[in-house]
């Protein structure tokens, strides 16, 4: 396996940190450029505040997404994406093209089965 | 979004398929050439026959992977990448590649934090 897909880890990291229902969700509202938490939620629209927090600490803690705080009353928080979060851009691109061209195959092959 | 990572659906979807702990392990060795339930099962270790046999099958029904049996007795079955399969090795070798640097980042900002 040395020689195949050698950093099985760093793949099953990936997939864990973009992994669950809002992470791309939110890299997608980003990749437009910062937004506030409030901004964030009401693109997201069907996300509570608490699972917002979470996915956000969590991209926080992979170093993909940068969030900063301003000394405003109350107090302004802003979300940005990292130099990491934006190399990903390309490699979810790269990935999204073998994807779409894989789930119209899979969609196709439903239709035909439930014909 | 319509023009920032367009088909968020599909990523998900990907993500869907290949997340979990087994699905880029089998692939990985399946990416060595076909393989029997038995060497699969041999090769990841201390994976359980059921849960092998579900991995399989998702990775079969995303046609990611692809199940031939041969009439012998007791019945032989081979498990080989369609070509979709082996379409996705060079995207995932991109992805690879983002992961490595990003994890090793997140490891060491993991190891100066708990100095």
Known sequence: ??????NLDSLQFVLHVLGGKWKLHILSILY???????????????I?????????????AAGIVYRQTF??????????????????KPVLDHVNEWAVHLKQKVNNRNKRATR
């Open 1 to 6: 396996m040395e020689n195949c897909l050698p």
């Open 32 to 46: 437009f450029g910062k937004k506030r938490f409030k901004e964030l939620e009401r693109e997201i629209g069907t």
């Open 71 to 88: 000394n405003t009353v109350p107090i302004t928080v802003e979300y940005s994406l990292t130099e990491d979060g934006l190399t990903l």
């Open 48 to 60: 509570s505040p608490k699972m917002l927090i979470k996915e956000l600490k969590d991209l926080e």
